[in-house]
Structures are given as C-alpha cells and as structure tokens.
C-alpha cells in the first residue's frame, strides 16, 4: 500500500502537538509515581510480615531448645518440634503464620485482613510467653 503523504503540520499545530505530548509525558509520569508509591508501600508491609514471621521462629525455636530438642534446619521441623514438645497452639499459628505473613505478605505483597490478623496472633502469642518466661 502506498505511503499517505501528510503536509507538514502549521506552527499553531505543532505548538498544540508540543502541549499535548508535555501533557500526556506529565500525566503518565505522575501514574507512574503513585505505581511507585504503591510499590515501596507493598515492599514495607511485605518487609514488615517478614519481620514478625521471624519473630515468630525465634520464639519458637527458643521453647524448642528449652525443651531440650536441636534447632530445628527448617519450617517442618519446626513444626515438628513443637508438636512434639506439647505446643500445638503454636505449631497451629506457626502453619498460618507462615501462610499469612511469609507467603502472602511476604513473597506474594499482599496487604490485607488475613495479614493483620496473623500479625496480631503472632504478637499476642509471643507477648504471653514472655510473661511466662519472665
């Protein structure tokens, strides 16, 4: 198909042409600013999930060793462990804790009620065994 010859634009055009391009250059930068911002706020909350879900290994790998058990080598084991020294309570929470903050608020960014949720378990829990340890 042949080429369609255009005129070339008038003065009064291009300056029209130079405004509408600095507007859509401007407007899509700004999307891409608030993309950002979206961005760092999943990449804190995901840090943040992380964080307690470690937290969270920590106090359970503390009662682990106090009941005379090796340091568990991963999340299993973990469990394991604390089943067998009589804590499924946090063997329970550990399995949704590792669901809720590690998996989806960690890896995956999400950011919603199960990740509050799972975060307030995990705090509530680690604060009752301080005050038993204490």
């Not at 300056?15 to 990449?43: C, F, N, P, T, W």
């Not at 503390?62 to 804590?87: F, K, M, S, Y």
């Not at 949720?117 to 995990?122: A, N």
């Amino acid at each position: 198909m042949p080429e369609v010859l255009e005129r070339p634009l008038s003065p009064e055009e291009r300056l029209r042409k130079a405004q509408a391009m600095v507007e859509q250059g401007a407007h899509d930068y700004r999307a891409a600013e608030e993309a950002d911002a979206e961005l760092s706020i999943r990449r804190r909350s995901a840090a943040a999930c992380e964080l307690a879900f470690h937290g969270l290994i920590e106090l359970a790998d503390v009662l682990i060793e106090r009941a005379g058990h090796r340091p568990p080598a991963n999340h299993a084991q973990r469990v394991e462990a604390l089943e067998d020294i009589g804590r499924d309570d946090l063997a329970n929470l550990y399995h949704r804790a590792k669901d809720g903050l590690h998996i989806l608020g960690y890896y995956d960014q999400r950011m919603g009620r199960m990740q509050r949720d799972r975060l307030r378990e995990v705090r509530e829990a680690v604060e009752r065994e301080l005050q038993k340890l204490a």
